[in-house]
């Protein structure tokens, strides 16, 4: 019987386990917004998401650790170095010419873009949706 329970048990954390990872295959796509610069003696200074030179959407695939852009005119992929989660947060970091890091909220689909380099740092803003 004892033995019988702990199968039961063991399927049980494996069925949790693996349900916890099917979250972290989820892809979404997001539509980005609102972009600003940073600079150390300037402050910020908002810029259109053109003038960044960045795709106004992309798909952001947690499985293949991979974000791809939508846009056809700038075609670009960026890999996922790491993926952590938070409660109701999945956060994203990858350096790509400059060091990043992208906070996903689950419940409100927000996604904030922040990126820093040798004085010099991007948020970007935006909306995403599940797949």
């Not at 003696?41 to 695939?61: K, N, Q």
Request: overall charge negative; aromatic content about 8%; hydrophobic content about 45%.
């Amino acid at each position: 019987m004892i033995k019988y329970i702990t199968v039961i048990l063991a399927v049980m954390i494996l069925v949790g386990t693996s349900s916890f990872g099917m979250a972290a295959e989820d892809t979404f796509t997001c539509a980005l917004t609102k972009a600003f610069e940073c600079l150390p003696d300037d402050g910020c200074t908002a810029w259109s998401i053109d003038e960044m030179a960045l795709p106004r959407f992309v798909r952001i695939d947690l499985k293949s650790k991979t974000i791809t852009s939508l846009d056809k005119v700038m075609p670009r992929n960026s890999k996922i170095a790491s993926i952590d989660r938070l409660e109701r947060v999945i956060v994203l970091h990858g350096t790509e010419m400059r060091g990043w890091s992208i906070a996903l909220g689950e419940d409100s689909n927000e996604v904030t873009l922040s990126a820093s380099g040798d004085g010099e740092g991007f948020i970007v803003f935006g909306y995403c949706m599940k797949n």
